[in-house]
């Protein structure tokens, strides 16, 4: 599986973003799917994750309600919308494949995306 994450960028304090992943090579449908972030001389942390079915979601405190994570199986895609952005969601952002919805919680990841940039100016 080939994970592609696009849709990052500057953007103003206030703004919004949406990240798209798009899986290749086989399909993703039956994998739970998450987002991870890292910011500069910080570690990869979780942000959010939702099931294969759609059905589960999950987020970190430090993004609830402000960032919603999505999937279109059928386009074999994961979103995540981000609004409200704040300096702090500075970093790369990752998209990631894993076999359960607690095992990407923890890390355990099958399949990584190469990372997008996303930069938020005050």
């Known amino acids: 599986v080939q994970l592609q994450a696009s849709g990052g960028g500057l953007v103003q304090v206030g703004g919004s973003l949406r990240l798209s992943c798009a899986a290749s090579g086989r399909t993703v449908s039956r994998y739970d799917m998450g987002w991870f972030r890292q910011a500069p001389g910080k570690e990869r942390e979780f942000v959010a994750v939702?099931?294969?079915?759609?059905?589960?979601?999950s987020y970190a405190d430090s993004v609830k309600g402000r960032f919603t994570i999505s999937r279109n199986n059928a386009k074999n895609t994961v979103y995540l919308q981000m609004n409200s952005l704040i300096p702090e969601d500075t970093a790369v952002y990752y998209c990631?494949?894993?076999?359960?919805?607690?095992?990407?919680?923890?890390?355990?990841?099958?399949?990584w995306g190469q990372g997008t940039l996303v930069t938020v100016s005050s």
């Open positions: 990631a494949a894993g076999s359960s919805f607690i095992s990407i919680a923890r890390h355990e990841i099958d399949y």
């Open positions: 939702i099931s294969w079915s759609g059905g589960s979601t």
